[in-house]
Nanobody, 125 residues
Framework: QVQLVESGGGLVQAGDSLRLSCAAS????????MGWFRQAPGKEREFVAA????????YYADSVKGRFTISRDDAKNTVYLQMNSLKPEDTAVYYC??????????????????WGQGTQVTVSS
């Protein structure tokens, strides 16, 4: 099993940057595909980005492609989401997710068995 704790959220202005972190406890972090999802008020949770076990493959939602970057540091048991050029529509609670079953990144919520508690990101215009 793995426990996930997100951090790095906050209130920023449009155009600013934030880096979210997701620290994992437990063993064998390198065996987990990692993903970021977000949920805005009144909306369903949606895929943001995902990274393979090796870190060599990444997927992004079209809405964040070119602005967000997912990365992982297995020595620190941490996955990051670097968010640049933030927009008010990026406002949401951001969740980290993990699963050991897949070799490639997954874009669907049901593919992930482990979730963090979320961190709030608010982008003002």
């Amino acid at each position: 099993q793995v426990q996930l704790v997100e951090s790095g959220g906050g209130l920023v202005q449009a155009g600013d940057s934030l880096r979210l972190s997701c620290a994992a406890s437990g063993r064998a972090f390198s065996r987990y595909v990692m993903g970021w999802f977000r949920q805005a008020p009144g909306k369903e949770r949606e895929f943001v980005a995902a990274i393979s076990r090796s870190g060599s493959t990444t997927y992004y939602a079209d809405s964040v492609k070119g602005r967000f970057t997912i990365s992982r540091d297995d020595a620190k048991n941490t996955v990051y989401l670097q968010m640049n050029s933030l927009k008010p529509e990026d406002t949401a609670v951001y969740y980290c997710a993990a699963d050991p079953r897949w070799a490639v990144p997954e874009k669907t919520m049901t593919a992930y068995g482990y979730w963090g508690q979320g961190t709030q990101v608010t982008v003002s215009s």
